[in-house]
């Protein structure tokens, strides 16, 4: 039996949890993001760490996929991922990306845009071993981004490497962070109404300067 069409265009939400101002969002845009990182986490928003990263192609053609953020730092945004794929060569042509995280059960996102670089091979080496071994073993067994011609190429690559490595599971070399180091950072909550707040930081030679955006 079809199922009912879903009437897409009725779905609504008003935001009424929270509101935002100029003084709370204070003068560091990054301490700021771990304030409601740290709120989003005692909400229980699922996947709290799950980032939208988007990069643009040689091509000038943009790309977006979720990945994890692993780190923040004073400098920036850190995740992990495969330097060969194709979110890899990406940014090998076009250092600038964005990204943006929702936390829906806040009614909260941050839109986070700036330059992207390589973490030192050092941090990446530290981070790749305190994975589980199925993911240490998975991130030589995917090809990452690549056409492949079946499920069964994954598995046997990764028997393949679990009989090559035995217990000791180096790093590959085409696998480690990036730390997208922000020159805007927008804090935005939900308001009735549509009447959203947002806070907008933009890196200056000093410091931060602040703003607020029409919703
Ligand atoms: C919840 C979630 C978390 C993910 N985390 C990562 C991650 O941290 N690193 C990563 O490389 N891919 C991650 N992925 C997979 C990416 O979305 C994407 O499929 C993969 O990185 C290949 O993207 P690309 O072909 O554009 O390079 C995640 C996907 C989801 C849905």
Do not use: C
């Not at 709120?39 to 990263?53: G, H, I, P, R, T």
């Not at 890899?88 to 806040?106: C, M, P, R, S, Y």
């Amino acid at each position: 039996m079809a199922s009912e069409p879903i009437d897409i265009a009725a779905i609504r939400k008003d935001y009424q949890l929270a509101e935002l101002d100029e003084a709370t969002a204070g003068d560091d845009p990054l301490a700021f993001f771990a304030k409601w990182f740290a709120e989003a986490e005692a909400a229980k928003a699922d996947e709290v760490n799950a980032m939208a990263l988007a990069t643009v192609d040689a091509y000038n053609k943009p790309h977006v996929r979720i990945v994890l953020l692993k780190g923040l730092e004073a400098a920036g945004f850190v995740f992990y991922t495969n330097y060969s794929s194709a979110k890899g060569h990406d940014i090998a042509a076009n250092d600038q990306v964005a990204t943006v995280f929702f936390w829906k059960e806040l009614e909260r996102q941050v839109r986070v845009e700036g330059r992207i670089e390589k973490i030192s091979e050092a941090e990446s080496g530290i981070y790749f071993n305190s994975r589980p071994a199925g993911s240490r073993l998975g991130a030589w067994a995917s090809p990452q981004s690549q056409q492949i011609p079946g499920r069964e190429i994954l598995d046997n690559n990764y028997k393949l490497y679990q009989s090559k490595f035995g217990e000791t599971i180096p790093r590959p070399p085409h696998w480690g962070g990036y730390r997208i180091v922000p020159e805007r950072i927008e804090f935005w909550q939900g308001r009735s109404s549509r009447m959203h707040d947002r806070i907008l930081f933009i890196k200056t030679d000093s410091g931060w300067s602040k703003s607020r955006l029409a919703p």
